[in-house]
């Protein structure tokens, strides 16, 4: 059964920086890239981030240059750094492959970013 389970948000201040954590299980990790995605209330999933087998990142424009990508292979989790965090980085964000595995997506895990 794939799941991803994240977890780190809460509230930051504005200018504040946050890791947040997806452990990934269901999935032969190590050959596989994953993504970020994140959504706010009436919006669709966005993607934010990708890393690929080889922990190169690829960011979306909004947030690179602030947000930052690692992966962890023993212990199936990838990570992400964010920094210089603004009130429009308050989103739910959620863990997946590059092509998200619908049916699988899971909780989230909430960032506010206070202003």
């Known amino acids: 059964q794939v799941q991803f389970v994240e977890s780190g948000g809460g509230l930051v201040p504005a200018g504040g920086s946050r890791t947040l954590s997806c452990v990934v299980s269901?999935?032969?990790?190590?050959?596989?890239?994953f993504a970020w995605y994140r959504q706010t209330p009436g919006k669709q999933r966005d993607l934010v981030a990708t890393?690929?087998?080889?922990?190169?990142?690829n960011l979306a424009g909004a947030v690179k240059g602030r947000f930052t990508l690692s992966r962890d292979n023993a212990k199936n989790t990838i990570y992400l750094h964010m920094a210089s965090l603004k009130p429009e980085d308050t989103a739910g964000y959620y863990c997946?492959?590059?092509?998200?595995?619908?049916?699988?997506w899971g909780q989230g895990t909430q960032v506010i970013v206070s202003s």
């Open positions: 997946n492959t590059p092509i998200p595995l619908v049916d699988y």
């Open positions: 269901g999935i032969n990790f190590t050959p596989s890239a």
């Open positions: 890393i690929n087998v080889t922990g190169i990142a």
